[in-house]
């Protein structure tokens, strides 16, 4: 049984497209809060082998000395970015949706 990106599987009820565009915006959101500081401390660790002994070593020593924000800074970009992509198909028919 197919269901198509509007239908839910369990009710088989249509969602609206605004749900669909809520819930891409925020999977892209929750994404970006997971995946963002691991891939810096990823690239930190590539570039700087000798400095860190391990990703938890890596992720404390970059809070010590540029503290929290430091794990996310740049991180508007990709989020705007995963934002739009995750949401595309349920954006392109939210926004075709005649209210």
Known sequence: ?????????????????YQSFISGSTAGVVELLIMYPTELV?????????KYTGPFQCATSIVKENGYKALYKGGLKPLLAGTVIKSKKPLKIFLNFNF
């Open 1 to 17: 049984m197919s269901t198509s990106i509007n239908t839910t599987k369990k009710t088989g009820r249509k969602k609206k497209p």
């Open 42 to 50: 990823k690239t930190q660790m590539q570039l700087f082998p000798t």
